[in-house]
């Protein structure tokens, strides 16, 4: 989205009207994904907003919504490990915070599903036995776990370093 310097978004809106039509959209692309809808609105909103955060009533009046629905949303993404809560300094108000680093933190815990995975999947075919074509069924799901891991493993690798030389 390019802001012009008269607050508009160059399409005949205003920069917030762009920055809703932002947050909808990937919202509709991670409901699609499985995510919860209202859980997948307050994180696009967290992920478009310049700090990364804010707190129940500014949610709520962005994405126009009840204080309920922003405290469903924001339980759902804290078990999910999406966003944290932090208290406003000075005041009992609390705000919901994305996580630093959030998709390499994301991605690592998957790692170590998939981990756990692999181990069940890998039982499963003992029990089964690979004469029999649910073992070996289950015996390939784990190989292919096991390659998923590895992988992941080397991307999260490259993803490090790029990160890193671009800092540098």
């Known amino acids: 989205m390019t802001t012009k310097t008269d607050g508009t978004d160059g399409a005949g809106g205003t920069r917030d009207e762009a920055v809703s039509r932002f947050v909808e959209r990937f919202a509709a692309e991670m409901t699609a994904a499985g995510m919860q809808r209202m859980g997948s609105r307050v994180f696009a909103a967290l992920l478009a907003s310049e700090t990364a955060s804010m707190t129940s ?12 629905a922003v405290s469903g949303a924001i339980r759902y993404l804290t078990q999910v490990g999406m966003v944290s809560r932090e208290r406003d300094p000075g005041t009992r108000r609390e705000r919901y915070v994305l996580h630093n680093e959030l998709w390499y933190e994301t991605f690592t815990r998957r790692d170590q599903v998939l981990t756990r995975w692999e181990k069940v999947l890998d039982e499963g075919a003992a029990t089964l036995g690979t004469d029999s074509a649910a073992g070996r069924r289950i015996a390939e799901t784990a190989e292919f776990f096991v390659f998923l891991h590895g992988e992941m493993n080397r991307i999260m690798d490259r993803w490090r370093a790029r990160k890193d030389a671009q800092t540098g």
């Open 57 to 68: 009533a500014e949610l709520a009046e962005q994405l126009r919504i009840s204080p309920a």
